[in-house]
């Protein structure tokens, strides 16, 4: 329905929302009848239909693959089934032949590219069993060697969709200027030098220079600077920031594709791809022991010239057991994490995770929270805080920002009241501040450019230095009366109330260097990073500073753990070893993230951590475990203690039941 509407030129945006079954539609002047008319033609049974957005693409994606999965598997042990159960032997025996060379073609190709792999060792074991005339063992190789694949093929799927979600979200329609006429327009559309329309509570679509009007921008996701900048004419303004309040026409400088987001995107990207090429842990520890198995199979049959005592090293080999038990281990982690509100896209995140020892974090909604609060209130000579909080609460609860929101709950938590009410009329000044009559006299609430500039206020001499002392690197807002300033409110995002716990308790489970680094200014840096007690901090850095300070340490031999939540912090998040995004973070840090948190709680960082060390642990001692077993049933076989069947068999059901053991929970 919102397509539909979209389609016709005086209709500015359309809301569909499933919740209530409502319909908003915004359009022109005197186009009332034909929305409704629009609306009205619309059949319930025969809606049109249109392209699903991109988090729709990206569910329907992931149920996709786990129906493809589930499908696989079944197909595997369904087809297993039936043919023991209807194909006469020879014709068995001619499947298995015939199956057989897919995995015998590989282990070649493996073995003249890469070497002595585990596909040579498993290409080897199946020709053996072949070659004795053992079927059922050769089908009992192939059957698990499928299952692995499959489970792997699963993991590296669901991992790379998570990460294919759009990286950059912009809205698909924009307001453009055309000969002094508002058109909704594709921002396809839109090139440079073109007019764009912003208004209030709109993302910037474009880079551009404002060509007139004003306004205050939040640009945290970008830079992770906290306050507000004002916009006037001349000044610029990026795609993907959001214009709090005001309203601009941009002269679009950058068209879609190649503005400042887009260029933090594709950094983004070659980083994603260069860090998703290393190879899983399973594989590692599997062609570890392949050397050794092929000496230890040429070692004792020069030693004893028995084939079949040289054939128990290939019957029971340790690959299949590890390559299979592993990947369990890592999804069956996956989805404990997940029961927990912990998104990890990939197995390989939580091995680098529990050896990770350092950790970056930003600082705006980070470590602090994304709420501002009033944190201290400065009075000039002759009045009181108290009078002067009153005041500003009263003017501001007129006016619904973040901002002012702060100012009337800090008058509330001092038990301030104003009422009745202290003035007689409130005039919102768009992108400036507040202006009212109080007791008959010009009073006055905003930024300094409004107070001081616009409004022509005097600063008193060595106010602004007080200002600082009492609040470095805060917000200030100004309030003024009668053309005397009275004072200043300073409002800042508090630190999280489990930041200096997490901190804490990342470093007792092993992380050595806790460090910050954010776009803020060097004070408000200063002030979060002594509150928390990290290591070290750096202040004013730009996107690809972060990303530049991340590889630095990764040149070292460090393993890095990124946490971030803006736009600003996407380069660093995706070159970083383990890429870590709250709930509140942007659209692009949640795409980029290699483990996302569903809910705004530091402590499930510590919780991630325990769970991947638990991992590790759980892998290497079934690694022991599955090297320790599979060596004493190749002893017993080759000293003729057992059959060779017997000791396949063993071999075969300690790998369920090692992978069986690798689903209990970790926590």
Known sequence: MEAALLEHDFVHRAEAHVANGSLLAVFDPGCEEAVLAEVAAFDALRLPRAHPNAAELHELSLVAEDNRFALEISTIMAWRVLRRLVLPLSLRTAWIIINSFRFVVKGLRCLLLRGLTVEVLDATAIVASLLRGTYDEADVIMLLLDLSEAMEQHVSSRARLALEQGLVAHDNQVIKLVDGQERTVPLSDVVEGDLVCVRSGMVIPVDGVVEHGEGEADEATMTGEERLVHKSPGASAFAGTALVDGDLALRCTMPPGKARIDA??????????????????????????????????????????????????????????????????????????????????????????????????DK????????????????????????VLRLAACIEEHYPHSVARAIVEGARDRGLSHEPELHAEVRYVVAHGIAAEV?????????????????????????????????????????????RLLGALCVSDPVRTDAANVVSQLRSR????????????????????????????????????KAAYVERIQASGGTVVMVGDGINDSPALAVADVSVALADASDIAQAVADVSVRDADLQKLVLARDLSERLMRRIAQRYRLIVGFNTTLIALGVANLIPLTTAATLHNLSTVAIATSNTRPLL
């Open 510 to 545: 092993g992380v050595r260097e806790v460090v910050m680094l954010t776009g803020d200014g060097p004070a408000a840096a200063r002030r979060v990073a002594s509150e928390l007690g990290l290591t070290s901090f750096f202040a004013q850095v730009l996107p690809e500073d």
């Open 364 to 387: 705006t909604g980070t470590l602090t929270e994304a709420n501002p609060r009033l944190v201290a209130v400065v009075a000039t000579d002759g009045e009181s805080q108290n009078d």
């Open 264 to 361: 933090i995107a594709q950094m983004v990207e070659q980083a994603s791809q260069v860090k998703g090429v290393s190879e899983s842990r399973a594989e590692r520890l599997a062609d570890s022991l392949v050397p050794g198995a092929f000496i230890a199979f040429l070692g004792i049959l020069a030693f004893t010239r028995n084939i079949e005592k040289a054939l128990a090293v290939l019957m029971v080999d340790y690959s299949c057991a590890i390559k299979i038990s592993t990947p369990i281990a890592v999804m069956s982690a996956m989805r404990e994490a997940a029961s927990h509100g912990i998104i990890v896209k990939g197995g390989r995140y939580l091995e680098e995770l529990a050896a990770a020892e350092t950790v970056v974090f």
């Open 439 to 483: 007791d008959g006299m010009h009073s006055v609430i905003g930024s300094a450019h409004f107070v001081f500039e616009d409004e022509g206020v005097p600063m008193p001499e060595g106010f602004a230095d007080m200002v600082g002392e009492e609040a470095p690197g805060a917000g200030v807002v100004y309030l003024a009366r009668g053309g």
